[in-house]
């Protein structure tokens, strides 16, 4: 059993910057692809960005490619979203998944883990 724990959502203004982290402890999430999802408020959950297992693939949903990053680090065993130039519409609820075959699923039924979420709230 992996069990995922995101942090640093919050509030942040319009153009600013946050950096979302997905940690998982007793387990080492070395071999696993990751992934971030966002629900907003009467939202289906919406794919956002994923990591391969060994970091060399990556892949970004349209609305956020070249404002977001997801990266890794395999010491910390921790994966991390840095959120760039932030827009109103970026508000909800980001939540980590981990899939056990390593790859870069852009469906959230592909993911086997998912942590309990962090709130995003960007004002204009």
């Known amino acids: 059993q992996v069990q995922l724990v995101e942090s640093g959502g919050g509030l942040v203004q319009a153009g600013g910057s946050l950096r979302l982290s997905c940690s998982a402890s007793r387990r080492t999430l070395n071999a696993y692809g990751m992934g971030w999802f966002r629900q907003a408020p009467g939202k289906e959950r919406e794919f956002v960005a994923a990591i391969n297992w060994s970091g060399g693939r990556m892949s970004y949903a349209d609305f956020v490619k070249g404002r977001f990053t997801i990266a890794r680090d395999y010491a910390k065993n921790t994966c991390y979203l840095q959120m760039n130039n932030i827009v109103p519409e970026d508000t909800a609820d980001y939540y980590c998944?981990?899939?056990?075959?390593?790859?870069?699923?852009?469906?959230?039924?592909?993911?086997?883990?998912w942590g309990q979420g962090t709130q995003v709230t960007v004002s204009s």
């Open positions: 998944a981990a899939d056990s075959a390593g790859g870069i699923p852009t469906i959230p039924g592909e993911y086997e883990y």
